[in-house]
């Protein structure tokens, strides 16, 4: 990846609040992998900012669950337990489905379309092959999902969920299987709310989520199991 993610606009947004979307940002795309620590000597030389600046959104993001001061390393990208994970799963069934059902109920034709437009974006980024591609298409279409709310909770809210399972998106990646059934599954997402149906938009939401989490926590147990062997193998070599 470029290093253009460290850009730093001089604007009249709170330079807080720049700092806090960067490296929020850099957490979801994979720049910095769960237990890798954040290096406040070259992140603020990179950034261009001072140390209190950079603290401050360090402390944000630590409140938002994706960032762990560990004792003699300092700030580390936090790694989620099987059990954070789950409850986290269990959420976004929740709060997508809610979303889902506020989008059919109040949001606008032209965010609907931005929304299905969206999903053809992600779609067609699998092709490409590039895994950040594919990453910043899903972050999009989860932005025109949580525009067409027009709720600033639920927004938040879904946001702040699907920065923390972020670090579990590259696992879908690496299992092409899914990939089919869940675009089949946003597709209906998006039909149901553009035929104004916020029942069948909340179902359709609702199955996705639960698909993804049973695909997730899958994959977790498959890598637990595998963890062991793989230390055995190395062992041995």
């Known amino acids: 990846m470029t290093d253009d993610w460290m850009f730093i606009e001089r604007n009249p947004a709170p330079l807080r609040s720049q700092i806090v979307e960067k490296l929020r940002t850099a957490i979801i795309e994979g720049v910095y992998k769960p237990g890798e620590r954040l290096i406040e000597r070259a992140l603020c030389e990179a950034l261009q900012i001072s140390r209190p600046s950079l603290r401050e959104a360090i402390r944000q993001l630590e409140t938002e669950g994706l960032i762990e001061n560990v004792p003699n390393r300092g700030p580390v990208v936090r790694t989620l337990t099987p059990l954070e994970v789950k409850a986290l799963c269990d959420l976004c069934i929740l709060v997508e489905g809610?979303?889902?059902?506020?989008?059919?109920?109040?949001?606008?034709?032209?965010?609907?379309?931005?929304?299905?437009?969206?999903?053809?974006?992600?779609?067609?980024?699998?092709?490409?092959?590039?895994?950040?591609?594919?990453r910043r298409a899903k972050h999009n279409y989860y932005d025109a999902f949580v525009a067409g709310t027009h709720s600033e909770v639920l927004q938040t809210t879904l946001k702040r969920l699907n920065a923390r399972l972020s670090q579990c998106w590259a696992s879908s990646l690496r299992q092409p299987d899914r990939v089919p059934e869940a675009i089949g599954e946003m597709r209906t997402i998006v039909q149901a709310i553009r035929q104004r149906d916020p029942d069948a938009a909340c179902a359709a939401s609702t199955l996705y989520a639960q698909h993804f989490s049973a695909f997730v926590n899958r994959v977790l147990v498959e890598e637990a199991v595998a963890k062991p062997k793989r230390k055995r193998a190395a062992a041995a070599n």
């Open 98 to 134: 809610l979303c889902a059902r506020y989008f059919a109920e109040h949001g606008l034709e032209s965010e609907i379309d931005a929304f299905e437009a969206a999903l053809l974006t992600f779609e067609s980024s699998f092709s490409t092959g590039n895994a950040l591609a594919i």
